[in-house]
């Protein structure tokens, strides 16, 4: 994986400004540690930062192809997994090639097919092409958004960057949110809108959208999106197809010239990834697979289960790497490292986020990044196969709302009067939720509970997943590693999509038919678990230290936050909240102490990126 930044202006000559690129392109070091490289050519400048993941020794970016008298520049962030099958009918079609890498596939795919090109990739990605016949750039973000790509539409120019941190260290952008932006942190986050950059001058490039800019200006489209189809296989034929076709997405994803590993929690998700990697390594004699888990220091003692968080890791980690005779590593996270990494979390976001489940998962991957550039992880098959408890539980399915989020007349309470006028947080969620509703592909005929866990699953995918998947890029390239998720493979996701709910409850438990997918993969015990969220710590110093942390912004007078929020209101929930507050504040880890946690956020990142509101 990779960092990628850039600028197009028209009518100026940009190459007084290779200071100010090579600045923005440094941003993004932690994403790319192993190189560097920039290319101006009027209008257009490309930055890269490189994790060298393919072929090392060659590949660098932004790389050129030179064909006649037409020239393709490209800055890429991802992989293609289906880079050798493009390879070969390149090579057919006269293409030479001078590297094994896949960016090289990807110029010379844009090369041939122009932005055709990405309805044949399979993989997650972000890039941008200077295409000099056209005279524009072309830039495309994969199809479920595992990579990432925020932008800046001004006047003749074009600012992008793989997170915002990238943009903003251009002179055009200025730190600001406005009434939306200010809405999308209190009332939808940490998740956000789909295309929403939160900053007042940023904006997202969609998953499975792509944009052209030219003279003529920038135009975006969709290149793909979920669709209603009709689904017609059995039980039976339905688990043949999904075992197969998760099988070739992880054999697909192990390929790498670098060290890879599993994230192992014990549970349904990662076991079957783990599964099935070990399967190939023992018959492509690559040797024992690495896995990778975490928990942290005090569980064992403190840990209490309810009706989110059902059972403890531990034992089924054993257990499966027992079974699979992985080497595996355990990483263990104290309170006080938790507590200091909120800050590097929020740098590395750009944003508030999900508090102690990115401080962890950051922790957790600098330690990971020890042992290997490449982890495969069990991202999205909750999001995909029904699993979480909004998926079953009425209240939260009927609740009018987006189910992993129902407090928001909570959430309101908590912001000062004049934010609460400014910004209407119940009208603006109520307002994104039926612009969601309004997406969500019919199936003609389809009614009552079919049609509703259509709608759930649709929300889900589009809506909650890319909460997770922004975390685990966020995080996870903040310590310099690259997470694949094989749950995202789009093949999968359309075919898992039209799995009527009745066959995806096959044995009438969650995720059914993705259980029945992986007999005699797993053993039974692992397979039919009840699900089990990712592991957050349960020590009561964590809550101690992040609402002394709370309180402390409160009783400072100079904390921008303070015009924002209802201090007296959050001082008495500080007062009354302990360590059993399992009522989610969002998804089914944020609860009180993560409350607590965002808030101080919220002010840490007002203060250090100097956040003005309009």
């Given at each position: ?8 202006e ?7 400004d290779?200071?100010l ?12 540690p192993?190189?560097?490289?920039t ?10 930062r490189?994790?060298s993941?393919?072929d ?10 030179q064909q006649?008298?037409?020239?393709f520049?490209?800055v ?7 880079a050798?099958e493009?390879?070969?009918?390149l090579?057919?079609r ?9 960016t090289?596939v ?20 972000a ?12 830039l ?6 595992v ?15 793989s997170?915002?941190?990238?943009i903003l ?12 932006g ?28 792509a944009?052209?800019?030219?003279q003529?200006g ?11 189809t009709?689904?017609?296989?059995s039980v ?6 999904l075992?197969?076709l998760?099988?070739d997405?992880v ?10 590993c ?20 023992k ?5 024992q ?12 003692k ?13 034992p089924?980690?054993?257990r499966?790497?027992?079974e ?13 490292d938790?507590?200091e ?15 102690d ?8 991957c600098?330690?990971i990044k020890?042992?290997?550039?490449v982890?495969?992880?069990?991202e999205a ?7 979480y408890?909004w998926?079953h ?9 987006f189910?992993?989020s ?14 609460r ?5 119940l009208d603006y969620?109520d307002?994104r939720?039926?612009?969601?509703l309004a ?5 003609e005929?389809?009614t ?5 866990m259509?709608?759930?699953s ?10 997770l998947?922004?975390?685990?890029d966020r995080?996870?390239?903040?310590a310099?590693l690259?997470?694949?998720v094989?749950?995202c493979d ?7 999509f039209?799995?009527?709910?009745n ?10 038919i ?6 005699g993969?797993l ?29 402390a912004v ?5 904390s921008p ?13 500080a007062a ?5 507050s399992?009522l ?16 101080t ?7 250090d ?5 309009r």
């Amino acid at each position: 994986m990779c960092g990628i930044t850039g600028f197009i202006e028209w009518g100026r000559d940009l190459t007084q400004d290779s200071e100010l690129l090579v600045n923005m392109t440094e941003t993004l070091s932690k994403r790319g540690p192993d190189a560097h490289g920039t290319w101006i050519s009027n209008p257009c400048a490309f930055g890269h930062r490189r994790l060298s993941v393919m072929d090392p020794e060659n590949g660098a970016q932004p790389m050129i192809f030179q064909q006649e008298d037409a020239l393709f520049s490209i800055v890429y962030n991802g992989e293609i997994y289906n880079a050798n099958e493009l390879k070969k009918e390149l090579l057919q079609r006269g293409h030479h090639f001078r590297t094994d890498c896949d960016t090289e596939v990807l110029l010379h795919s844009y090369a041939e097919w122009g932005p055709g090109c990405v309805d044949r990739l399979n993989g997650i990605f972000a890039f941008a092409v200077w295409d000099s016949v056209q005279q524009h750039v072309f830039l495309a973000r994969d199809r479920l958004g595992v990579k990432p790509l925020f932008y800046s539409d001004q006047d003749g120019l074009l600012i992008f960057g793989s997170e915002p941190k990238a943009i903003l260290q251009h002179p055009k952008v200025e730190a600001s949110v406005d009434a939306e932006g200010l809405a999308e942190i209190f009332a939808i986050g940490p998740a956000r809108t789909p295309g929403h950059g939160v900053y007042k001058e940023l904006k997202e490039l969609r998953p499975g959208h792509a944009m052209i800019y030219s003279q003529a200006g920038l135009r975006i489209y969709a290149y793909w999106k979920l669709e209603s189809t009709r689904h017609e296989d059995s039980v039976e034929q339905t688990a043949e197809k999904l075992r197969a076709l998760l099988t070739d997405t992880v054999e697909r994803q192990l390929i790498s010239d670098v060290p890879l590993c599993t994230l192992l929690s014990g549970g349904l998700d990662s076991s079957a990834l783990t599964a099935l990697a070990v399967n190939y390594y023992k018959q492509t004699g690559q040797g024992q697979v690495h896995t990778f888990s975490v928990d942290y220091v005090g569980n064992d003692k403190h840990f209490k289960e309810h009706i989110f968080q059902p059972g403890a890791d531990g034992p089924w980690i054993k257990r499966m790497v027992e079974e699979l005779q992985t080497e595996h590593h355990y990483v263990l996270i104290d309170t006080d490292d938790l507590v200091e990494a909120l800050d590097e979390a929020t740098r590395v976001r750009d944003l508030p986020g999900m508090v102690d489940v990115d401080s962890s998962l950051l922790l957790f991957c600098h330690e990971i990044k020890k042992e290997a550039t490449v982890a495969l992880s069990g991202e999205a098959a909750d999001e995909i196969f029904g699993g979480y408890p909004w998926f079953h539980r009425k209240e939260l399915r009927d609740s009018g709302t987006f189910p992993w989020s129902v407090s928001s007349p909570f959430r309101a309470e908590l912001l000062s009067p004049e934010l609460r006028e400014h910004i209407k947080p119940l009208d603006y969620v109520d307002q994104r939720y039926r612009e969601a509703l309004a997406e969500v592909p019919e199936l003609e005929g389809e009614t009552g509970d079919d049609a509703k866990m259509r709608m759930i699953s649709y929300l889900n995918i589009t809506r909650f997943m890319p909460t997770l998947l922004d975390r685990k890029d966020r995080m996870s390239m903040g310590a310099g590693l690259e997470v694949r998720v094989p749950y995202c493979d789009h093949r999968l996701v359309e075919y898992v999509f039209n799995i009527p709910w009745n066959i995806k409850m096959t044995g009438d438990r969650e995720k059914g038919i993705l259980r029945k997918a992986l007999e005699g993969l797993l053993p039974d015990d692992v397979l039919y678990r009840k699900k089990s969220p990712y592991p957050k710590t349960h020590n009561p110093a964590y809550l101690d230290a992040v609402r002394d942390q709370m309180l402390a912004v409160l009783d400072d007078p100079s904390s921008p936050i303070l015009p924002l929020i209802d201090s007296a209101k959050l001082r008495e929930i500080a007062a009354a909240t302990d360590s059993t507050s399992h009522l989610p504040w969002f998804s089914q880890l944020m609860s009180g102490p993560q409350l607590f946690a965002y808030m101080t956020q919220i002010n840490r990142w007002l203060k250090d990126y100097k956040v003005s509101i309009r």
